[in-house]
């Protein structure tokens, strides 16, 4: 018993000298950061942003940056470490007024190779903690990262979902830079100058609650001050990335279809709200994606046999002008969550499910978007908008089809099925 003492020593040295040995020299993490940024800017205006790559499906490159600026209309494009120049594929911004966005565009073969960073654990953020941003300044036309550290000055929460500031030196462009922690890790986002967030924030001050009220004066104050030099930065925690990421609704739609169909008058009335007949529209394309000329004439297969990339489309444009309420993967959700999809199905055809159960999975998908209430038919289309209690209420005539070659039931599984199969 008296060794124990004595392990207990060695294993908390070990321990001890593991973490130590986790965090790197400046010079380490500066190196590792620098291929993985990117430059977000327009093709019109001298202004950009940084942004820096994170993990995400295998066949595009997704980056992580801040909503402001792309959130601008103009065409933005994207610059890599290689000098090479991307056009956008799609923009996602984040809900809750978190100022983040994703964005994503078509590597040159089937697999984005830029490096990304490792996301770290913003909870081991303390005050007086070292940090350290890289990020491509506005100074340079060139590709070439300014790299500083800084200091941790306080951990409040702030509207746009800021919630740590730090001083540092004066960095213009640098916004959507990564934050990272003494092992390289990423545990916030760059974004605002203490300025800035006056200046972003000063319509919303009414708005605030008390703390974030408390907050904004203290930074008002400081300005007035001392901080003539505008030092001051906010980030965003990383933690919030990673929470609300898969809640991100689509900003900028490409308008692309592997079938050459035009989705310019579904994006035109559902900018203008007019929801019924965009919901007409987009019954139309389905149609016209099936190869059929009448709806009832739609089979199994030409459901089986709808092209991804106008699925794609059409839902994105859904999910952007509705905030994210409308759109088949909002539905597809419901209807596995509510219904258990194919394998509730298919375990009725082989008897696995009673008769019973399964009326009560097939109306629970309807009863749940809206489409029945008390037995009766519910589409009132001057109350639906984005703010409709029911989510996923439309599309519907896409959805539920007129095929005279299966039920509205089978109609619906078929429909989700590809969507599914389709990862939307």
């Not at 294993?11 to 790197?24: D, G, H, K, P, V």
């Not at 065409?75 to 100022?99: A, C, H, Q």
């Not at 509730?344 to 499910?353: I, P």
Request: neutral net charge; glycine residues 6%.
């Amino acid at each position: 018993m008296k060794f124990l003492p004595r392990i207990f020593a060695l294993i908390f040295l070990a321990l001890t000298l593991t973490n130590c040995s986790r965090e790197l020299s400046s010079e380490k993490i500066a190196s590792r950061l620098e291929p993985s940024l990117v430059k977000i800017s327009s093709r019109n205006k001298p202004e950009h942003i940084t942004g820096f790559f994170v993990s995400g499906k295998t066949d595009v490159c997704t980056v992580v940056t801040t909503a402001n600026f792309v959130k601008k209309d103009g065409e933005t494009i994207l610059r890599t470490n290689d000098e090479k120049v991307w056009d956008i594929s799609s923009v996602k911004i984040f809900p809750s007024n978190i100022d983040l966005a994703l964005v994503t565009f078509q590597p040159e073969g089937k697999k984005c190779n830029y490096p990304v960073l490792k996301i770290g654990n913003y909870e081991n953020m303390k005050i007086g903690s070292s940090i350290y941003i890289s990020g491509l300044p506005m100074e340079s036309e060139e590709l070439l990262p300014k790299f500083v550290s800084g200091t941790v000055s306080s951990l409040a929460q702030l509207a746009d979902g800021y919630g740590v500031y730090y001083k540092v030196l004066n960095i213009d462009g640098m916004s959507g830079s990564p934050v990272v922690d003494v092992r390289g890790e990423v545990v916030a986002v760059h974004g605002m100058s203490d300025l800035e967030i006056i200046q972003s924030l000063e319509s919303e001050k009414a708005s605030l609650y008390d703390a974030q009220k408390a907050t904004f004066q203290q930074i008002v104050e400081r300005i007035e001050t001392y901080d003539r030099l505008n030092t001051f930065h906010w980030g965003i925690p990383i933690n919030l990335f990673q929470e609300y990421r898969g809640k991100a609704v689509p900003h900028y739609v490409p308008l692309v279809s592997e079938a050459g169909l035009d989705y310019t008058k579904l994006r035109d009335l559902l900018v203008a709200g007019n929801w019924e007949e965009a919901d007409k529209e987009t019954s139309t394309l389905i149609l016209k994606l099936t190869g059929q000329v009448w709806e009832r004439s739609v089979e199994r297969e030409d459901l089986n046999n709808l092209s991804c990339k106008d699925l794609s489309t059409i839902d994105k444009l859904w999910l952007k002008y509705s905030n994210g309420q409308f759109g088949f993967s909002v539905q597809q959700k419901i209807y596995d969550s509510v219904s258990g999809g194919w394998y509730v199905w298919k375990a009725y055809q082989l008897g696995g499910a009673t008769k019973e159960y399964y009326k009560r999975y097939k109306s629970a998908f309807i009863e749940k978007v809206g489409w029945r209430k008390a037995g009766k038919w519910n589409l009132v289309w001057e109350s639906v908008n984005p703010n409709t209690p029911y989510l996923g209420h439309i599309p519907f005539r896409a959805v539920m089809g007129a095929s005279e070659q299966m039920l509205p039931a089978e109609r619906i599984k078929l429909f989700f099925s590809r969507v599914d199969a389709c990862r939307l």
